[in-house]
């Protein structure tokens, strides 16, 4: 039996406990929801839990940005540059056009800046070479026509500024679609579920002891093989196998601040600060959002905000190209971090592609962490492919190939979309343009099942707040279709009412009661 999308909690885990699966990935972040989309292509049973929300943690807290990486040209990391670029266009065309939008960045070159404006001009041109000049050509553009795309843009000691193509997305938006294109696949997924243990037989591991953290039903899963994909705490579960494992990686904090933005902004910047380091001031969800700082981080991976300190460093380092009233601290909506995983610390480590940490340990789970949002579907298909063919083939000899570009759910043209939401009503009642244009660019085409509950209930169309574009249909698509069971799980990650600074106490409390939770 597979399981529908809207089952109920209880249903999925009577499905969870009672079903002998071939795969259970632990860690619904971004790298484990793609190896579940993956094993449930190759017509694997797969179940995918999380301790908190599907991609509640890294993968929520992102740069937002589906990128080349201009900085690896800096190492010379041509190869890695171009098939990053790859992936970036693939996403964007064939995967995911509803969901991932190009964006302009600018490198500004000021008097005295680390970068000079030859060394820049040079390195712009050779990303856009490495993607096929399909973001047209990096180039080198004068302060004039930087100030004319960046109204905020400081334009003392201004000499020029670079030019290039990217693409952003709403990461938390992206996560849940692909939840839900795995599900459609036929893979099983739990949220709020943590696993508390692992079952072993004979030294296997053959599944998980897991605990409802909303309820507190205790329950099992058992499979053949279990892949630990929980990012920061890839060492915690690492230990539930063997208490003794040594260290497999090392952590790095980043912070990002989302603040209201006062103009629009044509594109985003990359302004160094040093030889090594960036900051991003890049327009996403009407705002600006500014990051992010890098430092070592030591404590419990659940416990990482930021801090004072973040806050100060992130407004200073913008400060070097953005103007002083489009960084006013009472701007500020929204403050977020998260942890990279670097490979590092002793023992049986092996850095696959894209800094991904790889390790099996004497249980035979494979534990895997690291890498990139961008190349999401690529590190999957890696680590599935790793899985299919390990020694005594556990997975088992039957697992279809899969095709190459399977979309997200939801495939559209979001202009398309957005008319369509517009034209498809009465003059008099027709959606607005703002909140129609923000359905278009977070569901695609499933906007019109959005629009259906509209027609059903009305009231499903008013904004959940006056000042942003979210409405009461998105929250009501949440809880039925989309596993948002508390009130971030909608205001900070199905919908852009936390982001925005618009989850009230009376918004949160509304939202609660729709949950039945409150
Ligand atoms: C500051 C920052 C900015 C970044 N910006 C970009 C960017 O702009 N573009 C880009 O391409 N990449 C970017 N990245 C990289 C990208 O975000 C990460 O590579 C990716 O999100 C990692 O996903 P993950 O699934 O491995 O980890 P996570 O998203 O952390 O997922 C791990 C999951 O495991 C779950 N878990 C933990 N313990 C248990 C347990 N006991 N039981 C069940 N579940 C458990 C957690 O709840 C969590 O949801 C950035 C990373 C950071 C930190």
Redesign the pocket.
Known sequence: MTIAIGSSRAEIRDELSTTAFDLLV?????????VTWMAAQAGLRVAM???????????????????G?LRYLQTGNVKLVAE?HRERRALAADIAPHLVKPLTFLVPIYKGGPHGAAKLGAGVFLYSALSVFGDGMGKVITPHQALAKVPALRTEGLRAAAVYGDH?MN?SRV?VMTVRAAVDAGATVLNH????GLRKTSGTVTG?E?RDRLDGTEFGVSARLVLN??????D??RR?EDPNAAPSIRL?????LVLRRHEPWKAALTTPIDKYRVSFAIPWEDHLLL????EAYEGD??AVSPTEADIAQILDEAGHAVRDEQLRREDITYAF?????LPGGPGDVAAAKRETVVTRGSGGMLS?????????RHIGKHVFDTLARLPGRPLGDEIADILPAVPLPGLASPEAVAMRLWTDRERSARMDPLVARHLATHYGSIAFDLARLIREDPALGERIHPDGPDIWAQAVYARDHEWAATVDDVVRRRTTLTVRGLDTPEVRARIAALLGTG
């Open positions: 632990i860690g619904g972040g971004i790298l484990g929801t793609s839990v999380d301790a908190g929300d599907f991609a509640g943690a890294t993968s929520s807290a992102s740069s937002k940005l589906v990128h990486g990053n952003q990461d996560a579920a943590e696993v508390v998980a897991l994909a929980t990012g920061p705490w890839v915690h579960l539930m790095s904090k980043g912070a990002h990051g992010t700082t890098d991976p659940g971090a998260g942890l990279r995983v895997v962490a690291g890498g990139k949002w961008t190349t999401y």
